[in-house]
C-alpha cells in the first residue's frame, strides 16, 4: 500500500512539473534564438510563450528586448512598459525604457505636477496592487498587537506609546489600501496607450474629415480619455487633446 501511494504521489509530481518544464524549455529556446541574433523568431516565441503560458515581467522585458534590436520602437516600448506595470522596481526594464525613449521623434514637454503629488505617484507606483494589499494587511495586524498593547499595558507610558504608535500604524494600512485599490484600477483598466503607427495626425473630431490638430510618432505614450466606434480620444503629457484611429494605439 505505502509503495502504491508513493508511485501515486510520484506520477502527480511529474505530471504538474511538465508545464514548468515544457515553459523553462520554450525560454531557453527563445533565448538562444535571441543570442544566435535571431530577434524575429526569438520575438515570435516570447509571443507564444505569453499567450500559452502566461505573462511574466521577465518575458515583456525579453521581448522589448527583441523588438528593440529590431528596430520596432513602439513594441519595445509596449513591452517594457508591461513589464514594469507588472514589477514596478523591475529597473533593467527600466532603464531600456528610458534608451527606447529616446529614439521617439516627439518631444512632449509635460506638464509638471506639484511636487508632493509627484512624491505620491511616485511612491504609488513602487509597488504592485498586491503588494500594498499585503502592506496594508501586515499594517493593520501591527496596530491590532498595539492596540492590545494599550489596552492591556502595565503602564501609563507603555499605553500611551503603543497607542500613537497604533494610530499611525492604522494610517500606514489605510493608505496601502488606498493605494492597492487605485494600483489594482490601473492594472485592470489601463487607459495608458503606445502610438504603434510610425506617424498619426491627430483630429479634432473622430472622423477623417476633421480638423488636423498635431502628428504623434511611434513610441509616443498617450492616455485614452473616451472611444467612439473605431476612434479614440488621446491626451498627451502637456494636455493636448484629439483623436486617432484606435488601430493605430495599443494599450498597455
Same mark, same amino acid.
Given at each position: 500500500?505505502?509503495?502504491?501511494?508513493?508511485?501515486?504521489?510520484?506520477?502527480?509530481?511529474?505530471?504538474?512539473?511538465?508545464?514548468?518544464?515544457?515553459?523553462?524549455?520554450?525560454?531557453?529556446?527563445?533565448?538562444?534564438?535571441?543570442?544566435?541574433?535571431?530577434?524575429?523568431?526569438?520575438?515570435?516565441?516570447?509571443?507564444?510563450?505569453?499567450?500559452?503560458?502566461?505573462?511574466?515581467?521577465?518575458?515583456?522585458?525579453?521581448?522589448?528586448?527583441?523588438?528593440?534590436?529590431?528596430?520596432?520602437?513602439?513594441?519595445?516600448?509596449?513591452?517594457?512598459?508591461?513589464?514594469?506595470?507588472?514589477?514596478?522596481?523591475?529597473?533593467?526594464?527600466?532603464?531600456?525604457?528610458?534608451?527606447?525613449?529616446?529614439?521617439?521623434?516627439?518631444?512632449?514637454?509635460?506638464?509638471?505636477?506639484?511636487?508632493?503629488?509627484?512624491?505620491?505617484?511616485?511612491?504609488?507606483?513602487?509597488?504592485?496592487?498586491?503588494?500594498?494589499?499585503?502592506?496594508?494587511?501586515?499594517?493593520?495586524?501591527?496596530?491590532?498587537?498595539?492596540?492590545?498593547?494599550?489596552?492591556? @499595558?502595565?503602564?501609563?507610558?507603555?499605553?500611551? &506609546? +503603543?497607542?500613537?504608535?497604533? *494610530?499611525?500604524?492604522?494610517?500606514?494600512? $489605510?493608505? #496601502?489600501?488606498?493605494?492597492? @485599490?487605485?494600483?489594482?484600477?490601473?492594472?485592470? &483598466? +489601463?487607459?495608458?496607450?503606445? *502610438?504603434?503607427?510610425?506617424?498619426?495626425? $491627430?483630429? #479634432?473630431?473622430?472622423?477623417?474629415?476633421?480638423?488636423?490638430?498635431?502628428?504623434?510618432?511611434?513610441?509616443?505614450?498617450?492616455?485614452?480619455?473616451?472611444?467612439?466606434?473605431?476612434?479614440?480620444?488621446?491626451?498627451?503629457?502637456?494636455?493636448?487633446?484629439?483623436?486617432?484611429?484606435?488601430?493605430?494605439?495599443?494599450?498597455?
Amino acid at each position: 500500500m505505502k509503495r502504491l501511494i508513493s508511485n501515486i504521489i510520484l506520477i502527480i509530481t511529474l505530471l504538474a512539473s511538465l508545464p514548468l518544464s515544457a515553459q523553462s524549455d520554450a525560454i531557453k529556446y527563445a533565448n538562444d534564438l535571441y543570442a544566435k541574433g535571431n530577434f524575429h523568431a526569438a520575438a515570435e516565441q516570447y509571443e507564444k510563450i505569453l499567450k500559452n503560458e502566461g505573462v511574466a515581467p521577465e518575458l515583456y522585458y525579453n521581448l522589448g528586448n527583441a523588438y528593440y534590436k529590431m528596430n520596432e520602437i513602439g513594441l519595445a516600448i509596449l513591452n517594457y512598459e508591461r513589464a514594469l506595470k507588472l514589477s514596478p522596481r523591475f529597473e533593467d526594464a527600466r532603464f531600456n525604457l528610458q534608451l527606447a525613449q529616446q529614439k521617439v521623434l516627439d518631444n512632449v514637454n509635460y506638464n509638471q505636477q506639484f511636487f508632493i503629488q509627484r512624491w505620491i505617484t511616485n511612491l504609488m507606483h513602487m509597488f504592485t496592487s498586491n503588494q500594498w494589499f499585503t502592506a496594508g494587511y501586515l499594517f493593520f495586524l501591527a496596530a491590532l498587537i498595539f492596540a492590545f498593547l494599550f489596552a492591556f @499595558g502595565s503602564s501609563v507610558r507603555q499605553r500611551k &506609546n +503603543s497607542f500613537y504608535i497604533g *494610530i499611525v500604524l492604522l494610517l500606514f494600512a $489605510v493608505t #496601502s489600501i488606498i493605494f492597492s @485599490g487605485i494600483r489594482k484600477n490601473e492594472e485592470t &483598466n +489601463s487607459l495608458q496607450a503606445i *502610438i504603434m503607427t510610425g506617424v498619426v495626425t $491627430v483630429k #479634432s473630431s473622430p472622423d477623417d474629415s476633421g480638423t488636423d490638430l498635431f502628428q504623434l510618432h511611434e513610441g509616443t505614450k498617450v492616455t485614452i480619455k473616451s472611444t467612439l466606434g473605431d476612434w479614440a480620444e488621446i491626451k498627451i503629457g502637456n494636455g493636448n487633446v484629439g483623436w486617432v484611429e484606435s488601430k493605430s494605439i495599443e494599450k498597455i
